[in-house]
């Protein structure tokens, strides 16, 4: 993906730099070249958000920042210094060790994976605990439904909700987590989804077949526990996806088609 504004932001760069001399053009070309090839919502992040993305700490996961538009999903959650923070089922900690940058010392970050996906734990969970980060609980919760000590700021889950009505469970799972969440969330929280679309009518047909769900679905399923839709982002979407193919197929993983639904607790 290419932007408009990354030539005049290179050209500036270059005019910066005749003047500023050799350690100047060096910096100017690192923050040109960052700007460049952000996402296109990035400027629109907060300050702690463009700061714990460029921070040296996470110097193994900043190649992925781009595919996964990190700064402009996280500008669009709107989380903020002091926040509590659920990451549910958190996979390897990527966004766990964002958002333990953002809330800071004031905040705090629950990595959660719920008692039957414990096995999904077994490798990354004391990887993430083996960080010390200060601010964050990691844990394998007791329960199905997450639940969390505290009233929660906002709420977020990635390629994870099309697996709740799997194996059965349909959409009475889906009632009870939507409902769990809603239950921990403060007044006015938020509650983040982003996962891979399927096709316009087809519902939860392929949950667990290509993994995908359509976003309508979710849509429904999450507004009829009571919360109000409050905006989405498309910087995740990819039209030359067709959502015919699962989306462990090499051909498409890591480039297919996502939505991201904000949703808020009234």
Not at 161 to 168: A, K, V
Request: charged share 20%.
């Amino acid at each position: 993906m290419t932007f408009a504004f990354g030539s005049d932001l290179l050209g500036c760069a270059r005019k910066a730099t005749t003047r500023a001399g050799e350690s100047g053009m060096k910096a100017m070309w690192i923050a040109a070249a960052t700007l460049v090839t952000a996402p296109a919502m990035a400027q629109q992040a907060s300050a702690p958000i463009v700061r714990t993305l460029a921070d040296p700490a996470r110097a193994d996961q900043q190649g992925d920042d781009a595919r996964r538009q990190a700064a402009a999903v996280l500008a669009f959650a709107g989380v903020k210094p002091g926040d509590v923070v659920v990451d549910y089922l958190p996979g390897s900690g990527y966004w766990t060790r964002i958002f333990t940058g953002i809330v800071g010392p004031k905040g705090k970050v629950f990595a959660v994976w719920p008692a039957a996906g414990a096995r999904y734990a077994e490798k990354s969970l004391p990887a993430l605990k083996a960080r010390n980060l200060t601010n964050v609980t990691a844990e394998v919760q007791a329960t199905n439904l997450p639940t969390a000590p505290v009233p929660v700021d906002l709420f977020w889950t990635v390629q994870n909700y099309h697996d709740i009505p799997n194996n059965g469970a349909g959409e009475p799972a889906l009632r009870a987590f939507d409902a769990a969440v809603f239950k921990l969330l403060k007044k006015g929280g938020t509650y983040v989804v982003i996962d891979h679309a399927d096709a316009p009518g087809t519902g939860m047909a392929h949950t667990g077949t290509t993994h995908r769900i359509d976003p309508a679905a979710v849509r429904q399923q999450v507004e009829s526990a009571g919360f109000r839709f409050a905006g989405e982002s498309k910087v995740l979407r990819n039209p030359a996806d067709d959502h015919s193919k699962a989306v462990f197929d090499p051909t498409v993983r890591g480039k297919t088609d996502q939505f991201a639904y904000k949703f808020r607790k009234p």
